[in-house]
């Protein structure tokens, strides 16, 4: 609740804030009259002090750093509901689940990458620097959980991250957006100095992937051999999402060399050719740096390029213009190509994917671009696109209702929708150049009530994409519409998820077989993620505001920089 509004409403009470009796200088010329020689004394310097700071606040407002520059977006509109008594059971419900969750890691797989959920088993997939462990240091900071932070800092600033386990690759922009970024956000929360010296120990392990002949990353590094494995191509969100990362780890090292690298990358991709204004088949040459094939999306592979567009936009404080135009292409683009209704349900729409050519039409919804509603209605308001507030409401409706018209209401990885050739198609995102055209299959009884059909894969994996929207569309429009409906996914998660250790990925969402459905597998998004926007979309939404934080695509909240860049 913004405190403006709180005055708002005061005023509309019809009270007005000061008596009407007398006016303000009458009523200050009475006990100017009426006070003696100490009381004036004492009322002149206070009227002195009121003066002076009255001024000063004028003065920066007018000559302050953020000179020329709009200043940060109001998020909180006024008539936006009060933190309610539920919201305070529902975000301590959710506190609930994430020392579960952290109980059971901490358990059995302590600074190991994950815990298996239901064999109590560990893994070191992602190299054995305890991915989940760090990915989650800034939601334990969030929730109050200090003990269990404390714990999992002297754990993580013994890790040693210029070694992996033998024979591993390190994914570059998975161990950027994780580990770098979680480290980096866990600093600026505890402003413990050993965290922003393992962010860079990250950061420099991982800098040799940029050493080829554009400056485009490949997409792994062998961290033990202090160079990347070289690769002709890697995909647009692997390149173009460590921007954010690598700028901050500049702005708190002073360091300008891990910008001026990241931000070459983006250079280049907005000189390359398109098929489309704005739209980005997913691979990239790196010895060429052209966008050579793939699909358009904003699911998989293509997602996070286009949400830091706007991102870094909001982070530079509005400074860098090539991001908003950037961005506002690449959402014009989508808007004219890629976004449909449903067939069966007119307040069903979505966005699907492209071939590379931005020819042919694939009308499937990723749950991973359930991320796209949030953004677009975070850049509705910096950049006041009115009419994209409107699609992120329609675009919000879908993401919930693949939750809510399933069995289990938990969502799948994709839906399918009927097109009105009445034919699906398929991109195999594996392929280059690939983009099959296949007959609908699978269409069920109930597609005409759902609107859309199951496709094949109908896991849930405990991803985050929906409730971030939830959570963003909830700050942006005031309307507790989006709590009820992620506190339902809440519900769904605990039912169908939990394990007696932790929460696992479930494999078929139609099937209410319970336990003979759990995978047996926790990612570390579901801590830093999942977990968090829950927690985020209970708590007031001045807590960790999004006026004054950005968060990186694997939740970990940035502060927006104090003065734009040079
Ligand atoms: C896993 O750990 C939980 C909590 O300690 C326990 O209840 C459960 O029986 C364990 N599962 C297995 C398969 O050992
Ligand atoms: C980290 O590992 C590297 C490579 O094995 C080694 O040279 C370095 O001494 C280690 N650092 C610490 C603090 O143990
Ligand atoms: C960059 O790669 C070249 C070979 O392509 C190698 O000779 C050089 O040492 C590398 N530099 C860094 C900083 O990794
Ligand atoms: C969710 O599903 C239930 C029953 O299936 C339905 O009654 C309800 O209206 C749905 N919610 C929304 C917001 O569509
Ligand atoms: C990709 O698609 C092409 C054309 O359909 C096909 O020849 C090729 O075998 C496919 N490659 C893979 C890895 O599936
Ligand atoms: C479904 O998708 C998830 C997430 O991408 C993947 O881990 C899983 O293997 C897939 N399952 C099937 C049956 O394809």
């Known amino acids: 609740m913004s405190a403006k509004a709180t005055i708002h409403s005061e005023r509309s009470d019809g009270e007005p804030l000061l008596a009407p009796r007398l006016t303000l200088g009458g009523r200050l010329r009475d006990r100017w009259y009426r006070a003696d020689r100490t009381g004036r004394a004492v009322f002149s310097l206070f009227a002195l002090m009121m003066c002076a700071i009255i001024a000063a606040r004028m003065a920066l407002e007018v000559l302050g750093p953020h000179d020329g520059w709009p200043g940060p977006p109001t998020t909180i509109p006024p008539g936006a509901k009060e933190d309610t008594a539920s919201d305070g059971a529902r975000r301590e419900a959710v506190r609930e689940a994430m020392k579960h969750a952290w109980g059971g890691y901490r358990q059995y797989a302590f600074g190991k990458d994950e815990l298996h959920p239901v064999s109590n088993k560990s893994n070191n ?6 991915v989940t462990l760090i990915d989650a240091l800034d939601t334990l900071h969030i929730m109050g959980l200090h003990e269990e932070f404390r714990e999992a800092v002297s754990h993580v600033v013994g890790v040693n991250f210029t070694r992996t386990k033998d024979d591993f690759n390190t994914p570059f922009f998975e161990m950027v957006i994780r580990s770098l970024g979680g ?11 050993r965290l922003l010296d393992k962010a860079q ?3 420099d392990a991982l800098m040799p992937a940029f050493n080829t002949s554009t400056g485009i990353p490949y997409p792994r590094v062998d961290v033990n051999a202090g160079r990347a494995v070289p690769a002709d191509r890697v995909c647009i969100a692997e390149a173009g999402t460590v921007q954010l990362e690598y700028w901050k780890l500049s702005e708190l090292t002073g360091d300008p060399v891990y910008h001026d690298t990241a931000q070459r990358v983006v250079d280049i991709l907005d000189r390359a050719r398109k098929p489309y204004k704005g739209l980005y088949p997913i691979w990239v040459d790196i010895s060429s740096g052209e966008l050579v094939s793939g699909q358009i999306t904003f699911g998989g592979m293509g997602d996070s390029w286009y949400e830091y567009l706007l991102k870094q936009y909001i982070y530079s404080r509005r400074a860098e213009d090539q991001y908003r135009r950037m961005y506002e292409e690449s959402i014009d683009g989508m808007r004219a190509k890629m976004v449909r209704q449903s067939i069966y349900d007119p307040n069903m729409y979505y966005v699907g994917d492209l071939d590379a050519t931005a020819t042919k039409f694939s009308p499937r919804f990723q749950h991973l671009t359930c991320f796209v509603p949030g953004m677009l209605a975070l850049g509705s308001r910096v950049l006041d696109r009115p009419a994209d507030l409107e699609l992120a409401k329609q675009l919000t409706y879908t993401c919930f209702q693949m939750y809510n018209r399933t069995r289990t209401q938990l969502s799948p990885e994709y839906v399918q929708f009927r097109d009105v050739s009445d034919r699906g198609i398929a991109p195999s995102q594996e392929n280059t150049t690939d983009f099959e055209l296949v007959g609908l299959n699978a269409a069920s009884d109930r597609e005409k009530d759902d ?5 094949p894969n109908r896991s849930y994996i405990l991803r985050p994409e929906t409730v971030e929207s939830l959570m963003i569309l909830y700050r942006v429009t005031g309307d507790g519409t989006y709590k009820d409906w992620g506190w339902q996914i809440f519900r769904a998660i605990e039912r169908w ?4 250790s932790a929460y696992s990925a479930y494999g078929d969402v139609n099937s209410i077989g319970g336990s003979a459905e759990l995978t047996d597998s926790m990612e570390s998004f579901f801590l830093a993620e999942t977990l968090k926007y829950l927690y985020l979309l209970f708590s007031p939404a001045d807590y960790y505001s999004l006026d004054e934080y950005v968060f990186n695509t694997e939740a970990h909240p ?5 003065t734009p860049p040079p």
């Open 558 to 562: 940035f502060r927006i920089m104090r």
């Open 201 to 203: 120990e990250v950061g």
């Open 451 to 455: 609107g859309f059909y199951l496709g």
């Open 125 to 130: 997939k992602w190299g054995g620097w305890g």
């Open 183 to 193: 480290l980096l956000s866990a600093y600026e929360m505890s402003l413990d100095r």
């Open 497 to 500: 998820t939990k394990t007696p």
